[in-house]
């Protein structure tokens, strides 16, 4: 497609539920990167993929966060077990330029 | 710790008005250090990217500047519009891939 497309655009979900977030690069690009923003601050770096391998996941902040990649296209990132500090806005960028979709706000009720 | 810290934190500005955003780095030797557009309920969208031998960039009514001894970065923005209403975002790319730093942003209201 033409730019980084993430879905949904807003996710509501009760504590303890577990969500899953898309995204989809621009076709083409290898790189993909997962940031979450909560109000406020900056971006935060969670993982990075190169094709369908991430080597680095250090942002990751617990066990219960995880991400996919599949095809060297498609991303997902899933929350476990999700908790109220995990609402904020998750980010997807691609290539490396870091061309960034618009988001996914989640918010744990 | 690496950290990029922007001023102000906020700003109002009248339609037509020039203004100045502030940005200071840690991270050095770095790959690159950008400035990003942010618009309420979108994701952020380049506006200038800086290699470490590059002084200014510009880019339409955006100029941005870098000063490498005191890792200083500015954003002027010329003849605000009220479409300029948004968060600008520092960010120090420090050279791995995955390794942007971003700042918290300044929130700019360009008022008519």
């Known amino acids: 497609g033409a730019g980084v497309s993430q879905s949904p655009s807003n996710k509501v979900t009760e504590k303890g539920k577990d969500v899953e977030l898309r995204c989809d690069p621009i076709?083409?690009?290898?790189?993909l990167y997962w940031y979450r923003q909560r109000l406020g601050q900056g971006l935060e770096f969670l993982i990075y993929f190169q094709g369908n391998s991430a080597p680095d996941k250090s942002g990751l902040p617990s066990d219960r966060f995880s991400a996919e990649r599949t095809g060297e296209s498609v991303s997902t990132l899933t929350i476990q077990r999700t908790q109220q500090e995990d609402s904020a806005v998750y980010l997807c960028a691609s290539g490396s330029y870091y061309t960034f979709g618009s988001g996914t706000r989640l918010t744990v009720v | 710790k690496n950290q990029v810290e922007q001023s102000p934190q906020s700003l109002i500005i009248l339609e037509g008005k020039n203004c100045t955003l502030q940005?200071?780095?840690?991270?050095?030797?770095?790959?690159?250090l950008r400035w990003y557009k942010q618009d309420t309920g979108r994701g952020p969208v380049s506006l200038t990217i800086m290699t470490f031998s590059e002084n200014t960039k510009s880019n339409g009514r955006y100029t941005a500047t870098l000063d490498a001894d005191t890792k200083q970065s500015s954003l002027h923005i010329t003849a605000s519009q009220l479409s300029d209403s948004a968060s600008y975002i520092c960010v120090d790319h420090g050279g791995s891939q995955g390794n942007l730093i971003f700042g918290k942003g300044t929130k700019l209201s360009v008022k008519p």
């Open positions: 076709s083409g690009h290898t790189a």
């Open positions: 940005c200071n780095y840690t991270v050095s030797p770095f790959s690159n």
